[in-house]
């Protein structure tokens, strides 16, 4: 896997009408991304491709201004540049250039404009924020599985709301985003979703099941090519196998701690790095909340489904810790609870169209099936506040946490008095 460059001091899918080419044509960016890094308040970081033999590639940015002046203050900073060819599970052929670049040296809650490319081939400008230093009221949106008819029913859902949540600090995602780990043609759904957005908007996701693949006669499962050739996550996990995947972010009084859940379920190894791990992140936490992410849910809402081995892993740790949310995909439904009344409040939810029928629910405080979801989790010094929407922007589900101090949050229930929405077992979609 690619280090990072430190740069500078300061079950529907588009296969259905795809075209047999799949490589990079042009040598102009596409799937240019911005992520989070594990210092926000001062760094950020780029990706971007471009067609096979694009040469070096670079990202131009300066400190934003009222008007053009920026332009003439640019710094230009060379990004890393790996060149990758190879055939997907799919009989897909990609090739194209990969370019990656980490820029740290930032001024906190500051704006600035940057450009990725070269000479001829430079993306256009486009806005990017960086997080305080220090504890200051945000709000980020938290989405479920994309994983189907990714650009249109998926992408529907997304820029919704991303429409209703103009000034989101970031989006996460917790695993799917695709439906077939490295077919190519669905990232390219996934990053078309809303082109401009993702380029402005920071991301921070986790991988799903969905994310992985077991070559035939495979031993073991990889995860797909594209998540470290796409995406810059931060890199402090507890093994060189889990870079990228298991990750911490501090972002203004919030730590974020992403657990890739389906190499826990595959490898005991991997298991017992990411509990150690996890503790040692609970136990150091510098932050006054904190929201654990992974793709399978602790408290399963899918007909069927229980995963209580992860459960019994995992929710000792977060109990002890007094950890405020797990949020989670996987399930294809909606459902939020807090089943201890010291422990997390726990939520599942889904984005994307692919949708499941409800278990037999009793942890849950509200839940749903047959919708589309995306929420909404606003973060000050001593509340946390989440809305769910659904996808025609109405309010399905809301609390709020207040906690002044260390203890356990108080939870107010917020849910609007309208009824729960159901998809029956044999109701059509």
Known sequence: MR??????????????????????????????????TDAPATSLAFNWRAAPDSGDGFVEYAPLTPGPGFVQQAVRLPAQRTAAAFKTRD?????????????????????????????????????????????KPFTFLYMGDVQNDIRSMGGHAVR??????????????????????????????????????IAETPSLMTPGNHEYTKPQGAIAQ?????????????????????????????????????????????????????????????????GHWTAVFLHYPLYSTAQGRDQSELRAALQPLLDKYAVD?????????????????????????????KQYPLGDLSWTTRKGSGIQLYQQVEVSP????????????????????????KAPAKLVDLKPATPELILRKDDKQ
């Not at 506040?385 to 309010?395: C, I, K, P, Q």
């Open 3 to 36: 280090p990072f460059v430190r740069l500078g001091a300061t079950a529907f899918s588009l296969a259905l009408y795809a075209t047999p080419v799949f490589a990079q044509t042009s040598n102009l960016p596409e799937r240019v991304i911005v992520n989070l």
């Open 91 to 135: 009989d897909q052929d990609v090739s194209a250039e990969y370019y990656s670049a980490r820029i740290t040296g930032l001024t906190p809650a500051s704006q600035y404009a940057y450009r990725v490319g070269k000479e001829g081939a430079w993306s256009p400008w486009r806005q990017v924020r960086t997080a305080a230093a220090e504890a």
């Open 160 to 197: 919704r709301a991303l429409r209703e949540t103009p000034d989101a600090a970031f989006m996460l995602f917790t695993g799917d985003l695709i439906n077939r780990a490295d077919n190519d043609v669905e990232w390219g759904e996934w990053f078309d979703m809303a082109v401009d957005r």
């Open 222 to 286: 990889s995860l797909a090519r594209q998540w470290r050739l796409q995406f810059t996550l931060p890199d402090n996990a507890p093994v060189e196998a889990l870079k990228e995947t298991v990750y911490r972010v501090d972002y203004q009084g919030l730590r974020l701690i992403s657990l890739d859940a389906d190499m826990m379920d595959e490898s005991a190894e991997s298991a017992r790095a990411q509990i150690a791990w996890l503790e040692r992140q609970l136990a150091e936490n510098p």
């Open 325 to 353: 949310l797990v949020l989670a995909g996987h399930d294809h439904t909606y459902g939020r609870g807090r089943p201890h009344a010291a422990g997390p409040v726990y939520m599942v939810s889904n984005v994307g169209p």
């Open 382 to 405: 001593t509340r946390l506040t989440v809305r769910a929407y659904t996808v025609d922007g109405v309010l399905y589900d809301a609390f709020q946490l207040d906690k002044p101090g």
